[in-house]
């Protein structure tokens, strides 16, 4: 009978040992390469904005092709905030009131719009002037990433531990700068 | 005992020694991760605040035939640009209780100008309710300023010029160092080389003192705030010095955050240029009577009848790059 249940636990702990530990560190291992992969795309991607100042259909699917080759689902959120200065009236309608300074204001504009201007709802190709979204040289873009998906990391970590992650993000990173340029 | 108890013995002994080994793997990679994502973020911002630097407003402070170098460094501009940049990077930007724990850890921001440098650091003042507060403020602008046994006193600049008072006659003067060399009475105008030398290092010298003193005053203030990490200068090499004061630039520090076991402590220089942009040539090839462009190098067989400033611009007006293999002829 002893002999029976020290086979037992043997079995168990040779599955626990050979496998399953082995398994849980490879997939973290594994969301650790994407990490590097996730960043090293983001920087690429924002900094290819930044000192061309435009962003192309043709940018954005090589960035997000490159993000998606770890597997993993992303959620990509891009802001560029454009920058104006803006003139100082008491009456906007009364061009005597002018108080002779200006202030400097940014307008935001998000993914959706960038989106629809890369991505029109017309069969104009991918190659066209019109689908280029230009952004001026002092300007700020920033991007967004993080994952919406479990991944695999997540998956094992929560197995062995018997933890509950949730929908907590694992591979996110924010990167952002100022546009250095106009090449358009 | 069985070879199935070997085996627990083993697994009993070894498991636990991986498990934590594996842990520290783990923070270590977290802690790299962090500092990578920290970094870019400095860079990022200093490079941003660098390219800002150069923004002007008025005519006679663009560099011109007199200087390649002289600009009147926009320092609020370029420190607003270094801040949004940083706190964009690090998600902060709607955060101000993070911005402002974040400004804990960057003792000091310098920006070198042609003719002295500024530091901007935490300073503490008395409030108009008689309260002692503590803010980032920028410290009066220090010139680059050299002085010998004589008494006589000069300031450098970034390049040649340089303002000199003559404790000899008692008077000032102001120009290029070779020319005004052969007349000054001052020994170090004479000597070009040495001029050279103790320009750069005077330069490095007064930035790299007057850094050390402000970090160190920024402990004291650390203590008081809870933050236990003795904040030194961090190690910058001659290269790197030397790079940095060719033009004028930004540097920033960032210390002490506490990540993992360690605490990241790190810097970045940042520059502004403006780098002359070559005049190209475009003209009709006499040979083929195509019309083509040309950087200057090989344009000499072309008849040259218009110049523009970029390729772009000379290509929208129908010409074509000229391949330029002079270099590969005999």
């Known amino acids: 009978m002893s002999n029976a249940i020290s086979k037992f636990a043997a079995v168990l702990l040779a599955v626990v040992v050979m496998y399953i530990y082995p398994a849980a560190e490879a997939s973290q291992r594994q969301d650790d390469l994407s990490r590097i992969v996730v960043y090293n795309a983001v920087t690429q991607f924002v900094d290819a904005v930044r000192n061309k100042g435009y962003i192309s259909p043709v940018m954005y699917e090589q960035f997000l092709e490159e993000i998606q080759a770890t597997g993993n689902e992303f959620d990509v959120q891009m802001e560029h905030l454009h920058k104006k200065y803006h003139p100082e009236y008491t009456d906007a309608a009364d061009p005597g009131t002018f108080q002779n300074k200006f202030s400097t204001v940014y307008d935001g504009y998000y993914t959706s719009d960038i989106m629809d201007h890369i991505f029109p709802n017309t069969t104009v190709p991918k190659d066209d002037e019109s689908r280029v979204y230009k952004l001026m040289a002092g300007d700020f873009f920033k991007v967004t990433v993080k994952n919406v998906n479990r991944t695999a990391g997540t998956v094992m970590f929560d197995f062995v531990t018997g933890a509950l992650t949730g929908e907590a993000a694992v591979i996110a990173f924010p990167y952002g700068g100022m546009v250095l340029n106009e090449d358009y | ?330």
């Open chain 2, 1 to 330: 005992m069985k070879i199935t108890d070997f085996c627990l013995v083993f697994i009993v002994i070894f498991f636990p020694v991986f498990l934590i080994v594996g842990y520290h793997v783990q923070d270590q990679r977290n802690v790299r991760f962090t500092e990578l994502k920290y970094v870019t973020a400095l860079r990022t911002a200093v490079q941003d605040a660098g390219s800002m630097l150069n923004v002007n407003e008025r005519q006679e402070f663009e560099s011109g035939y007199g200087s390649a170098k002289f600009f009147k460094a926009d320092k609020e501009q370029a420190l607003d640009t270094f801040y949004h940049t940083l706190y964009a990077n690090l998600g902060i930007e709607e955060d101000a209780a993070a911005q402002q724990v974040l400004d804990r850890y960057i003792p000091a921001v310098v920006v070198i100008d042609y003719d002295g440098y500024w530091v901007y650091a935490e300073e503490e003042y008395k409030g108009a309710d008689g309260m002692a507060y503590a803010k980032h403020l920028w410290l009066p602008k220090k010139p680059y300023s050299y002085s010998d046994r004589a008494g006589n006193l000069v300031h450098f600049t970034l390049d040649n010029v340089v303002e000199a008072y003559q404790a000899g006659s008692g008077t000032w003067i102001r120009g290029l160092q070779r020319e005004l060399g052969p007349t000054a009475s001052i020994p170090l105008l004479q000597d070009g080389v040495r001029y050279e030398q103790v320009r750069r290092t005077t330069i490095v010298q007064a930035i790299e003192d007057d850094l050390a003193n402000v970090i160190n005053r920024h402990n004291e203030k650390a203590v008081r705030n809870g933050t236990s990490y003795v904040f030194t200068l961090p190690l910058i090499s001659q290269e790197e010095w030397n790079n940095s004061i060719d033009d004028i630039g930004i540097l920033a520090f960032i210390q002490g955050i506490p990540i993992g076991e360690q605490a990241l402590n790190n810097y970045a220089l940042g520059s502004g240029r403006l780098v002359k942009s070559t005049v190209i040539k475009a003209g009709v090839d006499h040979r083929t009577g195509i019309r083509y462009y040309s950087r200057g190098d090989c344009a000499d067989d072309l008849d040259a009848a218009e110049t523009f400033t970029s390729a772009k611009e000379a290509a929208a007006n129908g010409y074509f790059e000229k391949p330029c293999t002079r270099a590969f002829e005999p």
